[in-house]
Structure formats: structure tokens, C-alpha cells
């Protein structure tokens, strides 16, 4: 349109200065012919750019290709990166209240189409002293074998129950922490490294999944108290060698009887060593031999419309020492089990949230029943506002004991 | 006594590892055809039934194409998913990822073109139940119970298959209604179809 504008504003001049000529001077026939002519040749040029130049509904086609193109979109091999973090607050009756960072979790996907995915989450957390500590925690080579098999290869978040391989990042759980004894140093094995298989198929109309892994399973760390050793804790959070080269098989099923429920039972048996002593020296350990290890879990969920319900059994039991080490003569059993609801709130972004947790260690000191009661904020469905209360009952004068309120902004991206 | 229930258990779950092992492993196969479309219907089906068994609902215009197809074979693992849901789940997130269109007025005029073949009541159950529900009270937080007395449906047809045609995002809520429920082969005959079937179902 501009273009027909200018060829009007040239005729309009061409017009106006030939009328005005005789009042000026009286060009000849020949320059008025040359003149005429420098103007035919340059409304061809400018009918040409008219007629090759886009419309705007072609404008617009562009555009929109321009804006929905994926830079990764024909690419075979995919890169993404994913993950959460957290910050917070504390208080509680024993301690002067804090703001605290929890953590932050980058997440890493490499996947070539659908034959592999390299997926790594790193854990990197603020000591309290101000020091930064980065921790690996999984890195896999995941196998896409078939529809309904996958061949996880690697440091795998362990499938027995299901809150540390789908519920512990901090935008997913919907509590400020995880329920006592499904922490780090809890009844519930965290990690570990080798091999597992994992997948789905239907049975009937039933739908399955499953897990089993082959591993090097944890090592054992005892406590000196009172004059004599005693098991002090099961350290499964993936060791990068197998110090007894007694390995650990495990594995969970899980069943869907209707859509909304899903059911599964865990279990893991194999041997494991104690290998250090909890803040002390670890060479007064001697002729140490590998124990048995056995671990049982249960678990289930159910969603309905805006209330969800879920519950989770470990229970992980250490024999007893029958070589004669200078370690623990005896075996020890720790079990753990929390259920937890959650409603949201008509059409509000509100979620309330309440739970239950009794954890049984065989130190005093450990065991804990707690009450969580807590709202939930979802700015976003990825970036959630928590606030809980916790009443702790444990050992009087322990941090097991000690009620506590914590608010937390998690992010998921 | 516990010791022999824990052996059992774990005889048990080795024998079945194994018969997984010969049963599975005899299906290798890649997909050549990356990546491979799946069902639209089935994907919002699986999407709704599986991803709010762990966390909040992800709203599909969160990531990209490209993204979804990572983050989606992440959770097929999580999840415990089979490849064909996997498959069908990314087909329904890339086509409902698409923003809401802002239409002035946002109105569109009622015709009364018949739809092709597909019932109004089959299209609602491939493309709206997943959200909606099959009562219209809604399955996953985040949608109206359109059931409710001067609730959704009391707009006006027009704004109403506007918003369906256009996508619906309400202000300050984290899923939008993407376009035509995410479906583009919908038509407008489909969509006026599919609308009189809800009111006549849920409208009070």
C-alpha cells in the first residue's frame, strides 16, 4: 500500500510540476519526453517490488512459524534441564528461629529418540556453617527396551515404597519435610547402585508396574555407648563400591485395582557389613562379617477428585553378628509408617494438608511419632507456599521432641 | 518366624523377576518413527488418572513440544508407565499446549451445522471427560464443576463456544482449557455439537 502511495505522490508531482512549467520556463518537447520516461521506468521498478512484496495475511503465516518453531524439534538427540528448589523458615521451642535455604536440585536430561535418557539430579545444600555441599543424588542410563521395559543402569533412587523415588523433591511433597524415618538416615533405603529393570503392563484391565534391582547394597555403621557396641544405623544411600561383595536384590510391585487406587509391596534382601564406627574409630572394627539385610514395605494411594490419601510401611531388619566381630553382636529392626491427606479447597488455590508418622529405631533417641497439620499456597501448580505446624513426640529432651513450625517456598521447573 | 516371611517374600519376587525377564525382553523394539504420534483421547485419559497420583497437575502450556518429550519419558519411569501411554500422554500434552487465544469479544455465533458422524456424546468422552469429568463435576483441581447453579454454563452459548473454540484461561487459575479441549481436528460443528450435549447433561 505505501508503494501505491508514492506512485500517486509521484504523479501528483509529476502533474503539478508540469502545469507550473510555463510560468518558469518552457522545457522543450524532448526534455519533458526524457523526463517522461525516467518516470515510466521507475513505476515499472516499483510496480515489480509491489508484486513480489508479501501480503499481510502472509506476514502473519511467518509469524506464527517463527513463534511456535522448537529449536529442538527435529533434533534426535533432546537436552533439558529440570528441577527444584526451596527456602524456608523455622522455629521451634529449643531453637532460636531461622530462615534456611533447603536445597537446590538441578535435574539433567539427555535423550537420543527413544532408545536412552541420561538423567542425573544433583543435590546441592547450605551446611549450616556456610559451606556449600553438592551430592549426587542419582545418575542414570535408563534403556528404553521395550513398551513395557526399561533398564535402569546406574545411582537409582531406591523402588522400595514410593517417597523417595516420586514423592521427596520439595515441590512434590506436600509437607516442609519427609516423614521421620524416610530421610537419610531413616528406616527406608534411600539410593543405591547397579542394575534395576522397571515398567508397565496391563492385565486385563488392570493396570501393574514393577521394579527388581540387583545392587551393592548398604553398609552398617555402629555406635559405642555405654561400654559396648551397638547397631547404630543402615547407611543405603548408594555406595560406588561393594566393600563385602555381598549384593542386595530388591525390587516393588505396584497395582492399579480402579483408577485412582494404586497399591504396591516392596521388598529387598541381601547382606551388609558394618564398616564404620559413628563418631569414633573406625580400627577398633575387626573380623567383621556380612549380616543379613532384609527390608519389607507397603504402600498405597488414593485420589479422589481433590482429596488425595497415602500411606506407606518400611520396615528394614539387620541380623546378628555370627562371626564374631568386635561390632554389634546383635541384629536391630527399624520400621517406620506414615499416612497423609490432602484436600484443596473448592476453586481456591488453598490445600490443606495433614499427616502421621511413627518411626521405631532401636535407640531411644530416634524414635518418634509426629503430627503435621499444614496449608498449602499453589501460586502456580510448580511453585507452592507451605506453612506446617509439627507436633513431635520423642525422647524428653531430644530434637525428637521438639514441636515446630516451618514455612517453605518450593519451586518445581 | 519373620525371617521366613521375608525369605517367601523375596523367593516370591525373584521368581517373578525372572518370568518378567523371559516374558519382556522377547518385545525389543525402537520406535524409527520419533516421535511416534500417539492417541490424543487415551493421552488425557492416562494424564489425568496418573500424573496427580505424585504431584500437582502440570499445566501443558508449561513446557514446549520438545520439553514435554523429555520430561514425559522422565516420568515414564517414575510413573511406572508402558510406552504406548507414554506415547499417547506427550501426543494430548503437545496439542493442548498451545496458548489461549485473546479474541475481542470473544463470542462466536452459533450455527447449526451438523457434526460428521461422531456423536456429541463421543466427542465429550475422548477429548473433555478427562478434565470435566463424566458427571461434569470435574476429576482434577483446577476445572469448574459445571454442574453448578450460575456457574460456567450460564454464560451465553456464544461465549461459551467462544471459550471452547478460542480456550479459557481463568485469571489467577493455573490450567487454562487450551483450544478446541486440545483436539484441532475438532471442528466448529463438533464443538457446537459437543456443547449442546454438556448443557443438556449438566446445565441446571
Known sequence: ?413 | MKNLVFKSANRVLGRAALFLLAILVTNVSYGFDFPEAGNFSDGSKAWSENCARCHNMRNPTDLRDDQWITSVFHMRGRAGLTGQETRDILTFLQGSNARVKRVEGGAVKLTETASDDISAKHIYESNCIACHGANGKSSIPGTPDLTAQNGRLAKSDAELLGNIINGFQTPGNSMQMPPRGGNAQLSDADLVAVLKYVKASFYK
Open chain 1, 1 to 413: 500500500m505505501k508503494t501505491r502511495g508514492k506512485v500517486k505522490a509521484a504523479m501528483l508531482g509529476f502533474v503539478v510540476s508540469a502545469a507550473s512549467l510555463p510560468a518558469l520556463a518552457a522545457p522543450s518537447i524532448e526534455e519533458l519526453a526524457e523526463r517522461l520516461a525516467g518516470m515510466q521506468v521507475e513505476m515499472d521498478i516499483l510496480k515489480q517490488q509491489l508484486e513480489n512484496s508479501a501480503t499481510k495475511a502472509e506476514v502473519q503465516v511467518v509469524k506464527k512459524d517463527v513463534a511456535t518453531a522448537g529449536e529442538w524439534q527435529q533434533a534426535d538427540t533432546l537436552i533439558h534441564l529440570a528441577g527444584y528448589a526451596d527456602v524456608g523458615y523455622t522455629d521451634s521451642a529449643s531453637a532460636d528461629s531461622s530462615f534456611n535455604l533447603g536445597r537446590f536440585s538441578p535435574i539433567f536430561h539427555f535423550q537420543y529418540r527413544d532408545l536412552v535418557m541420561l538423567e542425573s539430579e544433583l543435590e546441592i545444600e547450605l551446611e549450616e556453617d556456610g559451606q556449600t555441599v553438592t551430592n549426587l543424588e542419582y545418575l542414570t542410563v535408563d534403556w528404553f527396551v521395550n513398551d513395557y521395559m526399561m533398564l535402569v543402569a546406574g545411582k537409582f533412587l531406591s523402588p522400595v515404597g514410593q517417597f523417595r523415588q516420586n514423592l521427596h523433591p520439595s515441590w512434590v511433597n506436600k509437607m516442609t519435610s519427609a516423614p521421620p524415618g524416610f530421610g537419610h538416615d531413616g528406616a527406608a533405603p534411600v539410593s543405591d547402585i547397579g542394575f534395576q529393570l522397571r515398567g508397565a503392563f496391563p492385565v486385563g484391565e488392570v493396570r501393574t508396574n514393577y521394579a527388581v534391582y540387583i545392587s551393592n547394597g548398604p553398609e552398617l555403621i555402629s555406635g559405642f555407648e555405654d561400654g559396648e557396641f551397638e547397631l547404630d544405623g543402615v547407611e543405603a544411600e548408594g555406595f560406588n563400591t561393594d566393600g563385602d561383595g555381598e549384593k542386595v536384590v530388591g525390587g516393588r510391585v505396584g497395582i492399579f485395582p480402579f483408577a485412582g487406587l494404586e497399591l504396591g509391596l516392596s521388598a529387598a534382601n541381601g547382606k551388609a557389613t558394618v564398616t564404620s564406627v559413628e563418631d569414633g574409630d573406625n580400627s577398633v572394627l575387626g573380623g567383621e562379617v556380612a549380616r543379613d539385610y532384609d527390608v519389607i514395605g507397603a504402600d498405597f494411594n488414593w485420589q479422589f477428585r481433590k482429596f488425595s490419601l497415602r500411606g506407606e510401611y518400611v520396615e528394614t531388619q539387620v541380623g546378628a553378628d555370627i562371626g564374631g566381630g568386635s561390632a554389634a553382636s546383635d541384629g536391630a529392626t527399624w520400621k517406620t509408617w506414615y499416612t497423609q491427606g490432602a484436600y484443596r479447597i473448592g476453586q481456591t488455590k488453598f490445600e490443606l494438608v495433614a499427616r502421621y508418622t511413627d518411626f521405631d529405631s532401636p535407640h531411644s533417641s530416634q524414635d518418634q511419632k509426629q503430627w503435621v497439620i499444614g496449608t498449602n499456597y499453589l501460586f502456580s501448580n510448580s511453585f507452592i507456599g507451605k506453612i506446617n505446624y509439627e507436633f513431635n513426640d520423642g525422647l524428653s529432651g531430644s530434637n525428637a521432641e521438639q514441636d515446630r513450625l516451618q514455612l517453605q517456598l518450593a519451586y518445581g521447573f
